[in-house]
């Protein structure tokens, strides 16, 4: 009886993290491919943050929506998904702090996080803040299982 | 420390930078083999919005266009008034800033010409692009 609650509890664990791993996984694969299709729209939401300047703008622009479509997609293979999660984790933990940065020092901008789609700075945060706990809640659920 | 001893974690994201670095080079060849030309991108009018206020926007048309209608927090720089308001630009452009030049239509000899001398004469080494289409193909987006 205990064993078979214990396999229960395991399985509902295993389905709410593959659900968590769609989540983020998706939402990576999505917002990636909306900006790789337009970097240059892409590069212009990067400049209004003013962290990064001239060249460098358009590398990002080229290199970022493709590291988070190869960590969206990585969540999905066995052998490199605690690798993916972590480059999901701190790509959300990046854009968090230059939103904050961005806002601290005043200037007016739109996330840009979804290619084209404008989305507010505190809604992207609350939006970032649900990604980096469904990140967490995966930590937890795959080091319960090595234990 | 080896790479092989860092945590399989840490490895594992590792490799995941450098194989997102390989579509990202294609990327990028392939928007400077189709979205450039005479050593400059081309900015699609879409575009205009997500750039805002992070580019200085050089308007190469006459004084006269220009005081007519012009993108927001446009400069008028004409190549034919070049010596008396290039000072009056270097004054308002900062380093590092991305400038987008444009001329009154598709046509882009005039804006091309422009840019040549901000990077010759002015010394700006890089993020000069010209607006595809011009002034023309901004002009039907505005409000």
Redesign the interface.
Known sequence: MGTRKAMNTRDASHVFCLVLQVFIGGFFLVTGVSKAIDPLGFAGEIANYRIVTGWLTLATAHYLPWLEIVAGAGLFVRRIRTGALLVCGGLLLVFTAALVATCARGLDIRCGCIGGVPTTVPLALLRNAILLAACGAIVRIWSRKKH | MSFSRLP??????????C???I???G??WW?RAH?ERDGF?R??A??IP??????VWVDVRSPDAFRRSALPGAINLPENAWNEKIDGFLDVWEP???IVVYGATGDESAAIGVARRLKKEANIA??IMILEGGFEAWEPAKP
Do not use: C, N, T
């Not at chain 2, 399989?8 to 930078?17: G, I, M």
């Open positions: 399989a974690s840490v490895r594992q994201a590792a490799l995941l930078a194989l997102a670095a579509p990202a080079v990327s990028f928007h979205r991108p900015m699609p879409a575009g997500a750039w805002r206020e992070a580019i590092g800033k991305m890089d993020g």
